[in-house]
């Protein structure tokens, strides 16, 4: 079993900043690719971004790519979404996960283990 713990949630004013954190414990890997998904009010939740085993590869949704980087400290076994030039819609809670393909993967069925997620909410 992995435990995934998300920090750094809060709220913000738009065009702000918020740097979200995930700490994972239990049956680590550094093999493991990682992911941030988020779920709006009253949405399904969706991808947001993804890292592979390495970091050297990361994937975007198309609404917070120029915005959000997502990057991995594997000594630290955490997992961090730099989130900037915040919105109104970018308010959700955001989840991270974890998947043992190694991939940075968009798809939520291929994600084995969540975290119970970060409030995050951007005001106008």
């Known amino acids: 079993q992995v435990q995934l713990v998300e920090s750094g949630g809060g709220l913000v004013q738009a065009g702000g900043s918020l740097r979200l954190s995930c700490a994972a414990s239990g049956r680590t890997s550094s093999s493991y690719g990682m992911g941030w998904f988020r779920q709006g009010p009253g949405k399904e939740r969706v991808f947001v971004a993804g890292i592979n085993w390495r970091g050297s590869n990361t994937y975007y949704d198309d609404s917070v790519k120029g915005r959000f980087t997502i990057s991995r400290d594997n000594a630290k076994n955490t997992l961090y979404l730099q989130m900037n030039s915040l919105k109104p819609e970018d308010t959700a809670v955001y989840y991270c996960?974890?998947?043992?393909?190694?991939?940075?993967?968009?798809?939520?069925?291929?994600?084995?283990?969540w975290g119970q997620g970060t409030q995050v909410t951007v005001s106008t």
């Open positions: 996960a974890v998947n043992r393909y190694g991939g940075a993967y968009y798809r939520a069925e291929l994600y084995d283990y």
